[in-house]
Nanobody, 115 residues
Framework: QVRFVESGGGLVQTGGSLRLSCAAS????????MAWYRQAPGKQRELVAS???????NYAGSVKGRFTISRENDKNAVWLQMNNLKPEDTAVYYC?????????WGQGTQVTVSS
């Protein structure tokens, strides 16, 4: 079982920045992928950014150049630095871990960008 502690969401104006944090604990193997997903009202959950334990990253096209994912393997922690936020970034952001034994989701943190 994997447990998550997420933080960093909130309300910000267009053009502002937020930094999301996620610390995972429990049954986590050394080889894994940590990621951030988001889900806006009435929309499907979508991948925002992911990072493997070896450092490879992947970003949604809509956030490239604005968001940066980073992680610390020893702590099973992952961060999402979000700059130049737009109203369309408003969503609940979820921390996610993939490993061979399965996937796990955090509880989510709300990000609201006002215009």
């Amino acid at each position: 079982q994997v447990r998550f502690v997420e933080s960093g969401g909130g309300l910000v104006q267009t053009g502002g920045s937020l930094r999301l944090s996620c610390a995972a604990s429990g049954s986590i193997s050394s080889a894994n992928v940590m990621a951030w997903y988001r889900q806006a009202p009435g929309k499907q959950r979508e991948l925002v950014a992911s990072m493997t334990s070896s450092g490879s990253t992947n970003y949604a096209g809509s956030v490239k150049g604005r968001f940066t994912i980073s992680r610390e393997n020893d702590k099973n922690a992952v961060w999402l630095q979000m700059n130049n936020l737009k109203p369309e970034d408003t969503a609940v952001y979820y921390c996610y871990v993939w490993q061979l034994r399965g996937t796990s989701w955090g509880q989510g943190t709300q990000v609201t960008v006002s215009s």
